[in-house]
T-cell receptor
């Protein structure tokens, strides 16, 4: 059974801090790892990673995958209150049943 | 730019009542999914469909039924609602997966349905 573990489950920091969110996984077949941001409603796509060591960046957010050690990190620098959300990590095994999600990290940015 | 549309957005049921949640996508996606999200549990797959007329069970299918009569629609039914089915339900769709050259596997989500069963 595929398994995705995120840590921490919740995190409270001050605006301007840098945060690192963790995602480790155990899967039978690995195709890709995806990060989503969920504010009040639907999760929205952030990154998809398929190869080790290649950093994906989008503004203040970046992510990297280590396929040998089976984990990924999501970094957010110079955090803003708008970064407050649940961040979801998911694994695709390439099968028809879509993605396996972790429980998410609830990030709160205090002014 | 409708994407994935879910109806209704909110619903309150009494134990034993039935209801259907509707999901519609206008992106011509082959795959569609129903997830439920509970506090501390993440997103869990209920049922999914790989194309019109086909459905399959996910991780937590008990108490739910689905139908995919048209490619753009995926219906989730609760025949006899129970308090344990109180949750937020998300529909999602994606491109055809499993082909050697497929590179985009991200799911597109609807805005969710908040269901309370009393």
């Amino acid at each position: 059974e595929d398994k995705v573990v995120q840590s921490p489950l919740s995190l409270v920091v001050h605006e301007g801090d840098t945060v690192t969110l963790n995602c480790s996984y155990e899967v039978t077949n690995f195709r890709s790892l995806l990060w989503y941001k969920q504010e009040k409603k639907a999760p929205t796509f952030l990154f998809m990673l398929t190869s080790s060591g290649i950093e994906k960046k989008s503004g203040r957010l970046s992510s990297i995958l280590d396929k040998k050690e089976l984990f990924s990190i999501l970094n957010i620098t110079a955090t803003q209150t708008g970064d407050s959300a649940i961040y979801l990590c998911a694994i695709s095994g390439g099968g028809a049943d879509g993605l396996t999600f972790g429980k998410g990290t609830h990030l709160i940015i205090q002014p | 730019n409708a994407g994935v549309t879910q109806t209704p957005k909110f619903r309150v049921l009494k134990t034993g009542q039935s209801m259907t949640l509707l999901c519609a996508q206008d992106m011509n996606h082959e795959y569609m999914y129903w997830y439920r999200q509970d506090p501390g549990m993440g997103l869990r797959l209920i049922h999914y469909s790989v194309g019109e007329g086909t459905t399959a069970k996910g991780e937590v299918p008990d108490g739910y039924n689905v139908s995919r009569l048209k490619k753009q629609n995926f219906l989730l039914g609760l025949e006899s609602a129970a308090p344990s089915q109180t949750s937020v339900y998300f529909c999602a769709s994606s491109y055809l997966q499993g082909r050697a050259k497929a590179t985009n596997e991200k799911l597109f989500f609807g805005s969710g349905t908040q269901l309370s069963v009393l």
